[in-house]
């Protein structure tokens, strides 16, 4: 067969066929799995149903010593319900575009639909996060907290404010936009107040936590770097963050934080929880209305949907710290 035979075959002889349309969509997704913090933030668990329900039962005893017999302990019951939600994202092609395209347009929009398909999770992780200081987590407080308290834990805030002017540090910013000796003393104190965090028995949850993700706007990102990158700061001092072997800390600006102009967050990411929940119900797939669809014979179009069923929800609180900076 020749070659002008072949690719008459393999597109139908009009075009790009739907058949390789959808396989450019499915390869495309595969290639570009998205931003990396999402799983470094959020634990997939599937679904089967309408929604699930979660149950968190407080943390097991602390080995103590036997005197007197056994001391069993009961455990504390919270939990949360994540509803799946149902989303689609359909593309339209012109019959006679899908035809005559030379350009590379519609190989295109196919790859940027692939894109947007995974930016997805991120789409909807960052409208939580955004959302977690009126947001109820699973013990009905809010996810960022001044006030969290669960058995014999007393209270606990992972959402700290911070007052960078009275930082010691050589030289100083605002706190919208702080020098990066300001913003390593900051992410520094959110760290601590997570590893410090203790659990319904009074027992520390985090005493083996080593890598940390600090989150911030873009307009925070470069002090954000900075403070996590540079061995020594502008003023001269050895950075704590870099010099220290006992850490390992990276940061990422989200510019679907916008809305914050003073605030990131830091979360643990090598804890064998997370601090968000990614619920998937139905994985993004592709349909079709292709060539010698009634849809395209009487619109003379084609239509292409991805549809997924999933949601997001809240995890574990004392992975992360939300800064607020102050002056």
């Known amino acids: 067969m020749g070659r002008k035979k072949r690719e008459e075959t393999e597109m139908g002889g009009k075009g790009l066929s739907s058949r390789a349309i959808i396989g450019m969509y499915y390869a495309a997704l595969e290639q570009d799995p998205g931003v990396k913090w999402v799983g470094d933030l959020g634990m997939t668990i599937p679904s089967d149903q309408e929604s699930e329900e979660y149950k968190w039962l407080g943390m097991a005893p602390a080995m103590r010593e036997f005197i007197g017999g056994l001391h069993a302990k009961g455990l504390r019951e919270n939990g949360i319900t994540i509803k799946n939600k149902e989303f689609e994202a359909t593309i339209e092609f012109l019959t006679r575009d899908m035809r005559r395209d030379k350009t590379g347009q519609i190989t295109a929009r196919i790859n940027e639909l692939a894109a947007r398909t ?41 959402q700290i404010t911070i007052d960078v002017s009275d ?50 706007p873009i307009s925070l990102l470069p002090a954000a770097q900075a403070a996590v990158s540079n061995l020594y700061l502008a003023s001269g001092e050895m950075n704590t963050i870099v010099s220290s072997p006992e850490f390992s800390v990276k940061a990422v600006g989200n510019a679907r934080l916008s809305s914050w102009t003073e605030r ?7 804890g064998s929880v997370k601090p968000f929940i990614l ?29 997924a069923s999933r949601n997001v929800g809240y995890g574990y609180w004392q992975q992360t710290c939300q800064v607020i900076m102050t002056a």
């Not at 797939?285 to 849809?295: D, I, Q, V």
Request: glycine residues 10%; proline residues 2%.
């Open 279 to 307: 619920q998937t119900e139905v994985e993004p797939s592709m349909e079709a209305l292709g060539e010698g669809s009634e849809y395209e014979i009487q619109n003379k179009k084609q239509l292409y949907t991805v549809f």
């Open 167 to 216: 930082i010691a540090t050589g030289v100083h910013g605002i706190y919208t936009d702080p020098s990066a000796g300001e913003m390593s003393h900051c992410i520094l104190q959110a760290i601590a107040q997570i590893i410090g965090f203790v659990d319904d028995q009074g027992e520390p949850m985090n005493e083996n936590a080593r890598s940390f993700l600090v989150m911030t």
């Open 264 to 270: 990131f967050m830091v979360a643990r990411t090598d």
């Open 118 to 158: 995974n930016a997805h999770w991120a789409k909807l992780l960052s409208a939580l996060i955004v959302g977690g200081a009126a947001g109820i987590c699973y013990d009905t407080l809010y996810f960022f907290d001044t006030t969290h308290d669960e058995g014999d834990s007393g209270s606990q805030s992972n």
